[in-house]
């Protein structure tokens, strides 16, 4: 369950910076603000989650 949260926010913060870059339209800024402490909480958890889907998909395929 949790890796599938993790991979969930990985996949939309992937999508942000897809939109960041062919638009120049950065979601989570919009909804959170520019830099504001909720953007970068957002920010925070979705590298942690990226950083944990990393481990993950390298622990399984050294095991």
Known sequence: ?????CLWLTIIGG???GLVGLLNFNLVSFIFGDMSI?????????????????YDTIK???S
């Open 15 to 17: 999508l942000n910076w």
């Open 1 to 5: 369950m949790f890796t599938k949260i």
């Open 60 to 62: 399984e395929s050294v």
């Open 38 to 54: 909720l953007s970068r909480i957002v920010y925070i958890v979705v590298g942690l989650s990226a950083a944990y889907i990393t």
